[in-house]
């Protein structure tokens, strides 16, 4: 009989599943050869990964065959963080594991990436072909005078010139960072002037949502904004010419050359990523070559349980991490499916589309399309062939009960669902999918392998079963070497180790419940703080949503000068819904309900629209600012919102508050 504290879970692997996957093959080849638990599961597993931490990422190097030209010394020479120094003395590179399937006479015609437009019809890209390609870019690049260290940057849409492009960066030992052409100039201006790119790849424009957006004048701005570019190459996706001055993509990928991986240090850097930075200029956050390609063949290999049978779809833009993410599936020999265009084009259903004509495996987006499809009624089994589907991952926000009920649901009731929980900041997961573990409704599955995730009170106290701050306790491989512009390292400290000092606080409100999984709360950093409870957004968020008249809401707790604290609860509504007293009921009623008396708002005020990150997240913390009286040129970085008018709102009842 199960407790109701303990549920029956929504989803069990079968003996078969647990046995066919890859994590119960390491497991026992890693006890066979490097002293892990035979016994146990996953989790004597994981213990074993973080008691035994150097052990367990050689056996991940060892297990995966990762190429090391020249030997390491050890696995961790420093474990302090942040300063963890990883494999020192070893020398590799990433996109040389990234093409090795294209060594393999056997699958060398096999497709490496399935390209999908909004037309939906997949195109195919071989493995040969995609490493003939990267060998031709690259000796273009060292051409053009690029050397390891070097950054290059790409202005681009998810199209497979931008994977190739990324790989010929890496396999020159320069630095790859890119962003989406839906970010206007001064969103770019504000990543890549941080870094000064000797090359920059650009689009002359893209589609999306069946219309044509050109983007031309804004590739003319970066030129003119970005003094250190030496080169700049066209792709000519809407079928123009090359501007004047800038090398056309076939020119340069057109030679028949064999890639020359330059062999790097582990610690090279590989790439940089931006946070969200809504206020002040986005941390440029550098990982590197053999940090990534060891936790991304965790991740992918082990934890997502991906091979070379599989297809690997997500949902996602370049100026995301989740497309980095998505380009290391081809690392596990895996094909990789690249959708350019809407997530909800012509219609909510089109990314089931996409899984069914691209015959993906694992199918991964973002909570809020779930959700979204939940609301519009959407039937993915009924409609699509998705039987080739073993695994729908979300990320982006927690998935709300409802989203996992509806995927078990309207996908399948042998679905393995997967919530998963990370950052941009280790370009990774600390918690989610496990193959061989049961799912729970609104659950992840667990911490992941080699990750340390612990929950701790205001002071620094490990709980168990109640809300606290989302630490790691030891040093990850992905972790970043460092921020870009911060020599002292001040800004990097800040940013993570200031509440806990030598442990990463990530800014996260998580609950890790007596098995094992985890809930996720939303950001800490920006608490809703009543009669001293802390709670988490995200659980407002799921109760409200639910509600077919809310499209979005977004909750702020402020602390006022006379002692008091004020909540109120913005919601954006469906058209044709109003919020009138019946609606205002309903929604204390259902926060009361199926929260607590304490979560139900002060104040719930109807808004145009609620403001998002360019990676598609509410935009909390410079809501709040504004509320408080901060002005608008400090309180939010522009460039980093995709509607600066909506916040406009906020600033003007701020004003009429005060």
């Not at 109120?568 to 204390?588: K, N, Y």
């Amino acid at each position: 009989m199960t407790s109701a504290a303990n549920p029956a879970p929504l989803w069990q692997p079968d003996p078969d599943r647990v046995a066919a996957a890859r994590i119960t093959r390491f497991q026992a080849w890693a006890a066979e050869r490097h002293g892990a638990p035979a016994e146990g599961g996953y989790a004597a597993l994981h213990r074993w990964s973080v008691d035994e931490l150097e052990t367990f990422w050689q056996a991940v190097a060892d297990w995966f065959d990762v190429r090391f030209s020249t030997p390491y010394e050890r696995v961790l020479a420093n474990s302090a963080m942040p300063g963890a120094q990883w494999f020192p003395g070893a020398t590799l590179n990433y996109a040389e594991h990234a093409l090795r399937t294209a060594e393999d006479p056997s699958r060398a015609h096999d497709a490496a990436l399935l390209y999908v437009d909004e037309t939906h019809e997949p195109t195919s890209i071989s493995w040969s072909e995609l490493r003939r390609q990267v060998g031709a870019l690259a000796a273009e690049l060292r051409a053009l005078g690029v050397r390891p260290g070097d950054r290059v940057s790409g202005y681009l849409p998810n199209i497979p010139q931008a994977v190739t492009a990324l790989l010929a960066t890496a396999a020159v030992g320069a630095v790859w960072t890119s962003c989406a052409p839906d970010f206007g100039a001064r969103s770019v201006l504000d990543r890549f002037q941080q870094v000064e790119p000797v090359v920059l790849f650009t689009v002359d424009g893209y589609r999306y949502g069946g219309k044509v957006h050109d983007r031309t004048e804004t590739v003319a701005e970066l030129r003119r904004e970005l003094p250190t570019l030496r080169a700049v190459i066209h792709i000519p996706l809407l079928g123009t010419e090359a501007p004047e001055g800038a090398l056309d993509w076939s020119a340069v990928t057109s030679h028949d050359t064999e890639p020359v991986f330059e062999q790097v240090p582990f610690d090279h850097p590989l790439w940089v990523l931006y946070s969200s930075g809504t206020t002040g200029l986005p941390k440029a956050i550098v990982q590197s070559q053999g940090g990534i390609l060891l936790e991304h063949f965790k991740q992918l290999g082990l934890h997502c349980d991906l091979g070379p049978e599989d297809r690997f779809f997500w949902y996602t833009s370049t100026g995301w991490m989740m497309w980095n993410f998505l380009v290391s599936g081809l690392l596990t020999g895996t094909t990789v499916v690249l959708y350019d265009g809407s997530p909800g084009y012509p219609d909510t259903g089109a990314q089931w589309r996409i899984a069914e004509r691209t015959e993906a495996t694992l199918f991964g987006t973002s909570a809020a399309y779930v959700m979204a499809c939940r609301k519009a009624g959407v039937h993915p089994a009924r409609d699509h062939d998705l039987s080739r589907i073993k695994c729908v991952a979300t990320t982006g926000s927690p998935l709300p009960p409802d989203g996992f009920r509806w995927l078990h649901d309207e996908v399948a009731d042998d679905l393995w669902i997967a919530s998963v929980s990370g950052g941009t900041d280790v370009c990774s997961c600390f918690a989610g999918a496990v193959p061989t573990l049961p799912v729970h409704i609104g659950e992840l599955q667990a911490a992941c392998l080699g990750t340390d995730l612990q929950s701790w009170d205001p002071q620094g106290k490990p709980v168990i079963g109640e809300v606290g701050e989302l630490v790691v306790t030891n040093p990850m491989p992905s972790m970043p070497i460092r921020f870009w512009n911060d020599p002292d390292g001040s800004r990097y400290r800040d940013s993570y180790f200031e509440m806990f000092p030598g442990v990463w606080r990530h800014g996260d409100w998580i609950t890790i419940t007596d098995r094992g999984s985890v809930v996720i709360h939303g950001r800490s950093d920006s608490t809703l703080n009543r009669q001293g409870v802390r709670m988490g957004s995200a659980d407002i968020y799921e109760a409200v949503e639910r509600l077919p008249e809310i499209r979005e809401s977004l909750v702020i707790g402020l602390e006022e000068p006379d002692g008091g604290y004020w909540m109120p609860l913005f919601v954006h509504l469906v058209e044709g819904a109003a919020l009138d007293d019946d609606l205002r009921d309903r929604i204390t009623r259902t926060i009361r309900e199926q929260l607590s008396p304490r979560h139900v708002p002060d104040d719930i005020i109807e808004v145009p629209g609620v403001p998002h990150t360019l990676t598609g997240k509410r935009i909390e913390v410079p809501v709040k600012r504004l509320l408080q009286g901060t002005p608008m040129s400090k309180a939010v970085n522009p460039g980093s919102v995709d509607n600066l008018d909506l916040l406009r709102f906020y600033e003007t009842l701020a004003r009429n508050r005060s």
